[in-house]
């Protein structure tokens, strides 16, 4: 069923009782071409780009709780491509093209709102840091404005521009960077994947891998049975080490806990996605009215997707040094979702060693805004086994070989990216 | 949390900073795989972990804490290295 306005005005002719599902609750059969493992937004879009882009459509998602349940829909909603190193770039940027025409793609309203990403400085320093973070991202073709205080005092007079220990000085702008619903994207992909006859399967935990006699992965063992597959891959960050380990694999990530949260409804307030540069705390404010906002991770190993109350002050601490309007603001709801730190904060889209077995992992915490073209490379990964052109860095051995892709210059400690 | 420090007793988990996974121990010769085992290399369990942390604004002591990385339950405690507990 497409959906349109003609769809619509018909449905309501028929007092919408004529809608159907979005996607078929398939039950596995006893084999594909391709398994690929976590029905999050990663594991959905590499399906739907396998089935559209390459044409392969024999492809099961499974997924060990139900779609929508994971990461997916406990992200921030953030959408950006205003990365720095030559790694990483050209790779949001596919992903910022894919989000610009996703809902097109997917007939489905993913509420991409491109209204801006703004990261403030606080310093002179910091300023020509983010100086060159523009041109480079300008070299590689992505919108990038520096502003300065009174630019910025015109997009966000609330601003505590003159606070004694961070005075706002400026921000740098990416004005196509903004927000999508998060479970609409998800959903999106979902309803197009399985139009194209991918089988979506939930309520199916992996419990160990099929190998053959060469230790080739052929198949995934699950709790609704054993489904064989030509290849198999994962997505599931959060998870990764743990069902990594069930094929023999040790990784270079760990996992932690990132908290989110969101205000009671308010009326627009805040005009795009503001980050504050002199510590960590970013907001922007739902199409619902509620102020979506987080920080750091927890910092600690943790799989509990619920994080403790010393984060929660700290970036509530950190939204009133920057905006000492909502301290009158009453948080709503907080949550944690489970992220899959990586040794140098980016992530790895690659081959295994183990053969037949291909990895998707280690978003820490910025998988969201990159949902369409992990996707996209997954899925060109699969189908071809050569990396795409956007994701030849994302290698798992580059930890080996001293090709690391630190955005954040911190070094080999996963709980500081 | 609150980390049972075996020097001042129970405190909150504010005074600590986390060093994370104590298993990995720093090899001692300059085998390029045993090192990168040690500095990128992970078990990452789901379930009891031992990791690191350093009593900041405490004693300043460095613990083992034994904890559930699925509910955070922090099971003991004990100091990194016992010999310099006098």
């Not at chain 1, 690659?350 to 998707?360: I, K, M, R, S, W």
């Not at chain 2, 001042?8 to 990995?24: L, Y």
């Not at chain 2, 045993?34 to 990791?51: C, H, I, K, S, T």
Request: glycine share 12%; with cysteine.
């Amino acid at each position: 069923m497409r959906y349109s306005i003609v769809q619509l005005a018909a449905q309501a002719l028929q007092r919408h009782r004529g809608w159907q599902p979005a996607w078929r609750d398939a039950a596995p059969r006893d084999g594909y071409d391709v398994v690929i493992v976590g029905g999050g937004g990663h594991g959905l879009a590499t399906a739907w780009y396998l089935a559209k882009v390459h044409g392969i459509t024999n492809v099961a998602v499974i997924e060990r709780g139900w779609i929508g349940g994971g990461n997916a829909g406990r992200n921030t909603t953030i959408i950006r491509s205003n990365y720095g190193l030559p790694g990483n770039e050209p790779f949001y940027e596919w992903s910022m093209k894919l989000w610009e025409g996703l809902e097109q793609d997917l007939n489905y309203n993913a509420m991409v709102s491109q209204r801006g990403v703004l990261n403030l400085y606080h310093s002179d320093p910091q300023r020509d840091a983010y100086a060159r973070r523009g041109n480079a991202m300008r070299m590689h073709g992505v919108d990038a404005e520096l502003l300065n205080a009174d630019a910025v005092r015109k997009m966000a007079p609330f601003l505590d521009f003159d606070n004694a220990r961070f005075p706002i000085q400026g921000g740098l702008l990416q004005a196509r960077g903004g927000t999508a619903r998060h479970d609409a994207v998800n959903w999106g992909y979902a309803r197009a994947a399985s139009a194209l006859g991918v089988d979506i399967i939930q309520n199916c935990e992996v419990t160990g891998f099929v190998r053959d006699t060469s230790g080739t992965v052929t198949g995934v063992e699950t709790s609704r049975g054993t489904i064989l597959a030509g290849k198999v891959g994962l997505a599931v960050a959060g998870m990764t080490s743990h069902v990594a380990a069930m094929a023999g694999l040790r990784l270079p990530i760990e996992s932690h806990v990132l908290q989110a949260f969101v205000s009671e409804g308010l009326k627009p307030l805040i005009p795009g996605v503001i980050t504050f540069g002199a510590g960590h705390f970013y907001v922007s404010q739902s199409d619902k009215g509620g102020l979506v906002f987080g920080g750091d991770i927890d910092g600690y190993n943790s799989y509990a997707q619920r994080g403790n109350l010393p984060v929660v002050e700290d970036v509530c601490e950190g939204g009133m040094a920057l905006m000492p309007m909502i301290g009158r603001v009453r948080l709503l709801r907080s949550w944690g979702g489970i992220m899959d730190m990586s040794f140098d904060g980016s992530p790895i889209i690659d081959h295994t060693p183990v053969a037949g077995l291909y990895l998707n992992a280690g978003w820490c915490y910025g998988g969201f805004k990159a949902t369409p073209a992990s996707g996209w490379c997954f899925a060109h990964l699969l189908a071809t086994d050569s990396p795409h052109e956007t994701a030849t860095a994302y290698r798992l051995d580059r930890f080996r070989t001293g090709h690391v892709i630190d955005e954040k210059g911190v070094g080999a400690q996963a709980n500081l990216h | 949390m609150r980390i049972p420090c075996p020097f001042c007793g129970s405190r909150d988990s504010r005074e600590f900073v986390s060093r994370g996974d104590a298993a990995p121990v720093r090899p001692a010769g300059d085998d390029a795989e045993a090192m990168f085992d040690y500095v990128y290399l992970r078990d990452n369990p789901a379930g009891l972990f031992e990791e690191l942390w350093y009593h900041a604004q405490g004693c300043r002591n460095w613990l083992r804490v034994e904890r559930n990385t699925r509910d955070h339950t922090i099971v003991g405690a004990r100091l990194a290295r016992p010999e310099r507990a006098a």
